[in-house]
Every structure is written in structure tokens, then in C-alpha cells.
């Protein structure tokens, strides 16, 4: 018998109950995607999985300025733009 190649899940998933909000889950965190046109843009040929509303409630929501102020020298990019307008 032969085994084809394992199936990865795809990382975009909503609940049973709101199904108009999609999430991108990563590492037990998900991240809200903000409207259609990136969706559909991320997505590149993937589906949106359904999970209950339980188990995404379990994957926190990830605090995205805090990891992207992680980013060594972005504050102070950031920083000088405001000033330089």
C-alpha cells in the first residue's frame, strides 16, 4: 500500500457560528485577515478550514504590535518618518 504525501491543513479558518470573520492561525495564535481582497490574495488556491467557535476561541489573539515593535530598528524608522512629514 502506498502513502501519498501527508495534506498540510490550510491556516485560514472561521468559526461555525460568525462566518463572515476569517482568521490566520499560527502557532496557536490567530490573526483577524482584514477584509475579502486580502483574503483572497493570501489564500492562493487554499480553503478556509471551520472550526468551532470553542476552539477558535482558544487560539488567543495575537497582539501584533507588540511582535512587530520586536523588529529591531522599526520604532525609530517609524519614528523619523513622522518627523521628516
Same mark, same amino acid.
Given at each position: 500500500? =502506498?502513502?501519498?504525501?501527508?495534506? #498540510?491543513? +490550510?491556516? *485560514?479558518?472561521?468559526?461555525? %457560528? @460568525?462566518? %463572515?470573520?476569517? *482568521? $490566520?492561525?499560527?502557532?496557536? =495564535?490567530?490573526? =483577524?485577515?482584514?477584509?475579502? @481582497? #486580502?483574503?483572497? *490574495?493570501? !489564500?492562493?488556491?487554499?480553503?478556509?478550514?471551520? !472550526? /468551532? @467557535?470553542? @476552539?477558535?476561541?482558544?487560539?488567543?489573539?495575537?497582539?501584533?504590535? /507588540?511582535?512587530?515593535?520586536?523588529?529591531?530598528?522599526?520604532? +525609530?524608522?517609524?519614528?523619523?518618518?513622522?518627523?521628516? $512629514?
Amino acid at each position: 500500500m =502506498s502513502v501519498g504525501p501527508a495534506t #498540510t491543513l +490550510s491556516p *485560514f479558518v472561521h468559526g461555525t %457560528t @460568525d462566518t %463572515t470573520h476569517v *482568521f $490566520f492561525l499560527e502557532s496557536g =495564535s490567530r490573526r =483577524s485577515i482584514p477584509d475579502n @481582497d #486580502t483574503l483572497n *490574495f493570501l !489564500l492562493a488556491g487554499q480553503t478556509v478550514r471551520v !472550526l /468551532s @467557535d470553542a @476552539d477558535l476561541a482558544a487560539a488567543a489573539a495575537a497582539n501584533e504590535y /507588540s511582535e512587530i515593535a520586536q523588529i529591531p530598528g522599526l520604532m +525609530s524608522i517609524s519614528g523619523s518618518l513622522k518627523s521628516a $512629514f
